[in-house]
Structure formats: C-alpha cells, structure tokens
C-alpha cells in the first residue's frame, strides 16, 4: 500500500508542474499579445478576449495553488479569513477564465461561420457588442456565486449556537444552493459554447456541400479556418467537462464523504483545465504557435552557430 505522505508528495509534484507550466503558457500568450499590441499600436477583439483570459487563468492558477498548500501543507496559514479570501478569487477569476473563454467560442462564431439569416449577420455586423453584453450579463451569475460561496463558507467555520436540528437544516440548505447556483453559472457557458461548436459545425457542412456542388475542392482556406476554431472550442469542452466534474466531486466530497484522498486527486485533476487548455490556444492561433516554435528552437539556432559559426534559419 502507498502511503498517504507519499500520495500528497506525488500529487504536490503534479500541481507544481500543472502551476508551472500552466503559467508559463499563459504568460507568454499575454507577452505576445501585449508586444504585438505595443509594436502595431491596434489589438483584435479576439486578441483582447484571449489576453484577458490568460490573466484570469493566471489568477486563477494561484488561488489554486494557496488553496492546495494552505489545505495540505500549512492547516496554520489557512486562517478563516485567509481561506474566504483565496475561495472568493477562485470564484471570480474562475468565473472571468470559463466567460472569457466562452466569448471566444462566440467570437469565433460570429466571425468565421457563414449563414443568411439577418439576424445572424446583425450580430456578426455587432459582433464585438454582443460579447461585451454577454460580459456583462454575466457578472449577474458572479455575483450570485460569491454570495453564496461566501455564506458556505462563514457557515462552514462558525460555530452557531441554538436549536442543533435547524443549524443542520441551514447549513444544508446553503450546501444544496452552492451546488445549484455552482451547476447553473457552469451549465450555462457550457451550453453556449456547445451551441457555438454545433453552428460551426453546420456552417462548415453547408461549406463544403456548396464546395461540392461548384466543384472546387474542400480544402480551401475557410475550411481550415472553421477546423482550427472547432478544434479549440471541442478541447475547450472536453477540458471543461473534466474540471466542471472535479469540482462538483470535490464540493461533495467536502460536506459529506470528507475523504483526503479524494480531494486531492480531484484538485488536480480541476488543475489540469486552466494549464493545459492554454497551450491548445497557442497551438490554434497562428501568431502564438509562430512565436511559441520560434521561442523554443531559438536555442538549438544559438548552439547551432556557435558550433559551426553559421546561422540558423
């Protein structure tokens, strides 16, 4: 049998690496963004929804990674106030980090697919309005969330005194209202962006019947562009079933199974989500994924001409 202290050292591996790397992928689409921004003096509406949400991401990794240390290493750092602090920035910048990335499934949408219907082409014509109001309208569903998450929490840690049937009563009542309100602000962009993946997905069929039809063959360039944006938003999807699924888990586990394990092993796995889905976003934009193959052989160029005294192209 494994020991519990060698399980926690394991997964405390497996979150720094997922903290690292999931930084560095963020990180460095922000400095991209930032640099392409400051040398053409003009940024894109997708470039500004993908900068923002590798900032949220980036808050969103380190509230994380308190969390794990304050819950696993030092039980004496998580103060209660220390505690609703780090649980309340989970919940924002989770909120702008799943929005953000569902506005860029809608971006895409509204840009990329093609349909006759007046009402499509007027919010492709008000496509950058129609994200900010979906913005917008979100923080309706933050405002919940921390609301509810913050009394989760301040029932969690008081000790009430008085009738101990109704405290019970309350606090699972607080408990069934975080699942519900957690399920809805997840379920919701969850759905947009199926249906964003669904209408790319239709779009690019009545492309190619039309390609068929003319004769002309299917891989043309608004194929390709309409699978590069339906590649990032099934990832995106997959990447949010996973954490949606952790997360739900773990706020069971936390008022019921209370298992240490289980907690551990779900917290990487909700991890995994906000590291990894970055670096499938470098990859499905043609800047980053320049930038990014430039950055990593610009060392084997330098140990290149070093050796031989050339350069490399």
């Known amino acids: ?17 997922e903290f690292v790397l999931g930084n ?43 969390n794990w240390y304050g819950t696993v290493f030092n039980k004496a750092f998580y103060s209660s ?12 910048s989770n909120h702008f980090s799943l929005w953000f990335a569902t506005s860029l499934s809608i971006l895409y949408l509204l840009k990329i697919a093609n349909f006759s219907s007046l009402f499509f082409l007027h919010l492709k ?4 309005r129609v994200v900010l109001m979906i913005l917008l309208g979100s923080l309706v569903f933050l405002v ?6 913050n009394l989760r929490l301040q029932m969690g840690m008081n000790k009430y005194e008085g009738n101990f049937t109704w405290v019970t009563n309350l606090r699972g009542i607080v408990f069934f209202s975080n699942i519900t309100v957690f399920t809805i602000v997840h379920v919701i962009p969850f759905t947009v962006s ?34 590069r944006a339906m590649q990032t938003v099934i990832s995106f999807l997959l990447l949010f079933i996973i954490f949606f699924l952790a997360q739900i888990t773990s706020l069971w586990n936390s008022n019921t199974w209370k298992n240490y394990l289980v907690a551990m092993v779900f917290h990487v796995l909700g ?43």
């Open 1 to 17: 049998m494994i020991s519990l202290s060698l399980l926690k050292n394991i997964f405390s591996i497996l979150v720094i690496a």
């Open 24 to 66: 560095f992928a963020n990180v460095f689409i922000a400095l991209v963004n930032c640099a392409d921004w400051v040398k053409s003096q003009k940024i894109s509406c997708a470039d500004r929804i993908l900068t923002a949400l590798v900032l949220s991401r980036i808050c969103l990794l380190w509230s994380v990674v308190i």
């Open 81 to 92: 106030e220390v505690k609703i602090i780090v649980h309340v920035a989970w919940v924002v």
């Open 125 to 128: 014509w008000k496509a950058k």
């Open 144 to 149: 919940c969330h921390v609301g509810v998450e």
């Open 194 to 227: 199926l249906t964003a993946l669904l209408l790319l997905l239709f779009s690019i069929w009545k492309h190619l019947k039309k390609m068929q039809l003319s004769g002309k063959g299917s891989q043309d360039a608004s194929t390709k562009v309409h699978i």
């Open 271 to 313: 991890l995994l989500y906000s590291s990894s889905h970055s670096f499938i976003l470098i990859w499905g934009n043609k800047k980053l994924r320049q930038a990014i193959l430039s950055l990593l052989f610009q060392p084997r160029c330098w140990l290149k001409g070093s050796k031989w005294g050339t350069m490399c192209f």
